[in-house]
């Protein structure tokens, strides 16, 4: 109704155009008044067939500059467009399509879209272009192209022309995204078990030293629930002494003079408890700021504890040795390795820096009787 107002505007438009150029000609004297009433009207006719191929060469013009600006769009697009029938035979392809597909574009236009559908996919590709010849709606799937045996995936959009011969094939190369996709899910999958299930406590936190997450080996190291654990922040359960040195990292990290640290660390359990711990602390920056810190912590209280009691054995040992009369020697069977007492070697007239810790020493000063009894033995 819109389109039939406007044309009898544009006729109105021109008719009035017609007259007035007609009112400024002369027409010839002598004429009776019904000649002059056709040349009048055929002189209007004339004048508005004139106007009217003005305007529709004006249009023409427009739209073969639309239509030369559309396929130099079309052509020189970076994204691979194809048209094809619904057989699914190749009509057109842009520059990309031709690049993609590695043909020559008459080679291209000898062949059919489905011929490089991945067999798997052959299916899921004929429903989508059924579907999209059925309803004349856009349609989208994700299928798999084998190209000079190179396996791509691929986002597939369509539109459909007015008269439903052709559709215009939209071919998008996702397969580094979905790379990207799979490798991402691949991270997140190994950190959600080691977070879940590893045996090392794993936080979260952000840079104001709250704990944002936490996860269950944590909670049971230091005896809280993962709720109070998240609302304390790190430092209300560090050890006092080790505080200083653990903020001052953390400081560093934060003002970006480092990315991680790592140092040993005591926190105190809920039972009040001192946790011997080993942590190494990273971060994720984002545009301008930390996002968050990621921090595992490893229980080494029962190491650390084997070492001091195995470091006061060593003492006592030594202090053994040194305060015996006896004089002791002290042979690893397995390693060779071997220690003589100070006293041992004074009573065989030595000064301690005189005899070496050898087997060599050893077996040098045996009497000759002894000799082949006493190897034989340590033999055995």
């Not at 470091?311 to 020697?329: F, I, N």
């Not at 003589?340 to 070496?356: F, P």
């Amino acid at each position: 109704m819109k389109e039939s107002s406007n044309k009898s505007i544009s006729t109105k438009l021109l008719r009035d155009r017609a007259i007035q150029k007609l009112l400024t000609s002369t027409v010839g004297d002598g004429d009776d008044s019904e000649c002059l009433r056709l040349l009048h009207e055929l002189q209007i006719h004339q004048i508005e067939l004139e106007a009217q191929n003005e305007s529709l060469r004006t249009a023409d013009i427009e739209m073969n500059a639309a239509l030369q600006s559309y396929m130099e769009l079309y052509n020189f697009s970076p994204t691979p467009y194809l048209m094809i029938g619904q057989d699914s035979r190749i009509q057109h392809a842009n520059y990309a399509a031709v690049k993609l597909f590695g043909r020559v574009s008459f080679e291209l236009y000898k062949l059919r879209f489905g011929a490089f559908v991945n067999y798997s996919d052959l299916p899921l590709f004929n429903a989508f272009l059924d579907e999209a010849y059925a309803t004349s709606i856009n349609q989208s799937c994700e299928i798999k192209l084998l190209i000079n045996d190179t396996l791509l995936s691929v986002l597939l959009r369509t539109s459909i022309n007015q008269q439903g011969t052709s559709l215009l094939l939209e071919v998008l190369d996702i397969t580094e995204r979905q790379q990207v996709a799979e490798n991402l899910r691949k991270s997140e999958f190994l950190f959600r078990s080691q977070f879940d299930l590893g045996n090392i406590g794993i936080a979260i936190t952000s840079p104001d030293k709250v704990w944002l997450r936490v996860n269950r080996h944590l909670s049971d190291m230091l005896g809280y629930s993962e709720a109070k654990l998240q609302s304390l922040s790190w430092a209300e359960l560090t050890h006092p002494e080790d505080l200083d040195k653990n903020v001052a990292q953390f400081n560093k990290m934060v003002a970006g003079e480092i990315n991680s640290y790592e140092l040993g660390k005591r926190f105190i359990h809920s039972d009040g408890s001192i946790i011997h711990t080993h942590l190494t602390v990273s971060c994720y920056r984002g545009v301008s700021e930390i996002e968050f810190i990621i921090a595992s912590v490893l229980d080494v209280t029962k190491r650390n504890k084997a070492e001091e009691e195995l470091r006061q054995s060593k003492e006592r040992y030594e202090l053994a040795m040194k305060g015996t009369t006896d004089g002791l020697w002290d042979f690893n069977l397995v390693t060779g390795e071997i220690r003589y007492s100070q006293h041992w070697k004074s009573m065989l007239g030595y000064s301690d820096e005189e005899i070496g810790n050898d087997v060599a020493e050893w077996e040098q000063r045996l009497h000759p009787d002894d000799k082949d009894r006493a190897l034989l033995y340590i033999a055995e």
